[in-house]
Nanobody, 112 residues
Framework: QVHLVESGGGSVPAGGSLRLSCVVSGRTLNSYANWFRQTPGKGREFVAN????????SYADFVRGRFTISRDSAKSTVYLQMNSLKPEDTAVYYC??????WGQGTQVTVSS
């Protein structure tokens, strides 16, 4: 069983920063951890992911250069550092593990 718990969301003005955390438990630490986001009326879209084993990362084009994904294997935690936030980044952000495991989501609101 895999369990994911996100935290760190909140409300910030445009240009601000937030750091999301996702604590992961279960047998997935030899794979990837992903961040997705969802806005009302849209499906979930990929934001970034990271390999637990070698730290390799990938990003969606709309966050590259602004967001940074990292992991702390000792704490079984994945982070998403979000800088230069824009109003269009407003969404519920979800942590995901292979096997269709999802956290409960954390709300990020960016005001203009």
């Amino acid at each position: 069983q895999v369990h994911l718990v996100e935290s760190g969301g909140g409300s910030v003005p445009a240009g601000g920063s937030l750091r999301l955390s996702c604590v992961v438990s279960g047998r997935t630490l030899n794979s990837y951890a992903n961040w997705f986001r969802q806005t009302p009326g849209k499906g979930r879209e990929f934001v970034a992911n990271i390999s637990w084993s070698n730290g390799r990362t990938s990003y969606a084009d709309f966050v590259r250069g602004r967001f940074t994904i990292s992991r702390d294997s000792a704490k079984s935690t994945v982070y998403l550092q979000m800088n230069s936030l824009k109003p269009e980044d407003t969404a519920v952000y979800y942590c995901n593990a292979p096997g269709n495991y999802w956290g409960q989501g954390t709300q990020v609101t960016v005001s203009s």
